[in-house]
């Protein structure tokens, strides 16, 4: 086995535990930085990719493939498939035309997610389902399947119910969801922008008809708002920016990037293990880039880290070879 060879099993061999997080940290912030401008871009492509898809199946409609990314993101990854098929099955064409009456939006999103068959009702859950009722034949909504939903090892602020709440309600208060979100050029603007409450109902109840609770507002937190920032806005602002040709979209998609704390997830837990490698969310999504499309698959001889430590190994093999000659 010759000497290249080696080395590119020692890189495969140390990818599942990010082997090459040892080397990020020695090298310098510069070279760092241009690594992680590659890998960034990289993955703001790659999710440009998966967005035009949703694009193309909205019939080349951006407000409504916003809306779906909105409902897509709200659903973590517990739930993101199902708020999908939900915002196929509630187009926002339906939110705009009842956008002035808070509990018909409300009644739409949680009544077209079957979720409601799970619970007891009390008067306020009749009414909805009475309301859903109506505005399902109006505008020929197809009810979901309960099973569709993963519910079991859920938070209760993450509650499907209670985040189609919050949807609801921010959909009630914003009247183009698109321009907002293109508009925002920091975290403080994304926090502004979604932390909203739930209607007073879901206030003391998590769930529909449940006992009540002491009252807690029902918000979204920051750090939900961040992710919604890093996961959505930014990827968005980007998409769209790419799709018109327009740098100033592009760019601000990467300032917001760079405002933003980087995640906090086991994964970049364990690029940290190295060293202080995220200091921001663009740091971050690089890092994420790296592990899923290059660590994950042992593409060490294609990832721009990979092959910059082969490129030393060799100039310093070179440099050797040099030497004794």
């Avoid at 990818?15 to 510069?30: D, H, M, P, V």
């Avoid at 739409?108 to 859950?125: Q, T, V």
């Avoid at 921010?170 to 994304?190: K, P, W």
């Avoid at 968005?236 to 790419?242: R, S």
Wanted: aromatic share 10%; net charge positive; proline share 3%.
């Amino acid at each position: 086995m010759d000497e290249r060879k080696r080395h590119i099993n020692r890189l495969k061999a140390g990818a599942s535990y990010f082997g090459c997080g040892g080397y990020l940290s020695r090298i310098g912030t510069l070279n760092r930085l241009s690594l992680y401008n590659t890998l960034s871009f990289e993955r703001l492509n790659r999710k440009y990719g998966d967005i035009k898809k949703y694009y193309l199946a909205s019939d080349q409609n951006w407000q409504q493939t916003f809306y779906i990314m909105l409902l897509r993101t709200m659903g973590g990854m517990d739930n993101k498939e199902a708020f999908t098929t939900l915002a196929h099955r509630v187009a926002y064409a339906h939110i705009l035309r009842e956008r002035m009456v808070p509990q018909n939006i409300e009644a739409m999103l949680i009544g077209a997610s079957g979720l409601l068959d799970l619970y007891p009702h009390d008067e306020y859950i009749l009414n909805l389902k009475r309301n859903f009722s109506y505005l399902s034949t109006k505008y020929s909504i197809e009810k979901m399947s309960a099973e569709e939903w993963r519910l079991t090892k859920i938070y209760p602020n993450n509650h499907p119910i209670l985040r189609l709440s919050q949807i609801a309600t921010l959909l009630t208060h914003t009247s183009d969801i698109m321009d907002r979100m293109l508009a925002c050029r920091s975290g403080e603007d994304v926090h502004r922008l979604f932390s909203c409450e739930t209607l007073p109902y879901w206030v003391n109840h998590y769930t529909p008809a449940s006992s009540k609770q002491r009252t807690v507002a029902k918000r979204i937190g920051r750090t939900k708002t961040d992710l919604l920032a890093i996961n959505l806005v930014a990827q968005m602002q980007y998409a769209y920016g790419d799709y018109i040709d327009n740098d100033k979209l592009r760019n601000k998609a990467i300032s917001l990037l760079e405002d933003l704390p980087a995640e906090n997830n086991s994964i970049i837990a364990q690029w940290k293990s190295y060293g202080p490698l995220a200091q921001t969310a663009f740091d971050s999504q690089a890092l994420l880039q790296l592990s899923f499309e290059y660590c994950r698959h042992q593409r060490c001889e294609e990832c721009p880290v990979g092959r910059q430590i082969l490129s030393s190994i060799e100039r310093k093999s070179d440099t050797a070879t040099e030497i004794e000659g």
